[in-house]
């Protein structure tokens, strides 16, 4: 593995949805890094999988929803997540909360143009059928969840 250096200053940052920032780090063949900052009621991650990366989770600051399988966790500062291969997963805010996510993938495989993708989506440039036709290039494949969807119907309720 080659060293990578990535300064704060020049990090490039994407805006994917409203309240929610993310902040490209690394993204080699064996590792993606990126940090997610979300605001309060940010919507974050919809309920995805992925065939060959382990996604990995340490909250740095607030708190984090987070669906594993068909369970929800809630995470909070300094507390550890990985996902391996084949888990549907979502994560979030939790209610009334901001989060700050350190976020990881191995092995990694070029998914920052799946950030720059959706930034293009919020920035009206590209389309969510863009972000379906996605899925296999980015490993990055959406399933569904009766208990996020639960947990969105209760935050909206509260």
């Known amino acids: ?33 990126n940090t997610a900052t979300f605001e309060v009621g940010a919507a974050g991650a919809p309920v995805h999988f992925h065939t060959k990366a382990t996604e990995f989770f340490h909250v740095t600051d607030g708190t984090l929803d987070v669906l594993l399988g068909d369970e929800i966790h809630t995470l909070t500062k300094g507390d550890f997540l990985a996902v391996p291969p084949g888990v549907k997963h979502a994560f979030a805010p939790a209610a009334d909360s901001t989060a700050e ?9 070029g ?42 119907k209760r935050s909206a309720e509260a």
């Not at 990578?4 to 780090?25: K, M, Q, V, W, Y």
């Not at 350190?102 to 092995?107: E, I, R, S, Y």
């Open 111 to 152: 998914r920052f143009d799946y950030y720059r993708l959706l930034g293009r989506v919020r920035a009206g440039e590209a389309t969510v059928q863009d972000i379906i036709d996605s899925q296999p290039v980015y490993d990055n494949h959406y399933a569904e969840s009766d208990a996020w969807a639960g947990r969105l």
């Open 101 to 109: 996510v350190f976020v990881g993938f191995t092995p990694g495989m």
């Open 1 to 33: 593995m080659t060293e990578n250096l990535t300064r704060a200053a020049t990090a490039e940052i994407i805006s994917d949805g409203p309240g929610s920032l993310i902040t490209l780090l690394t993204d080699t063949a064996e590792l993606t890094c």
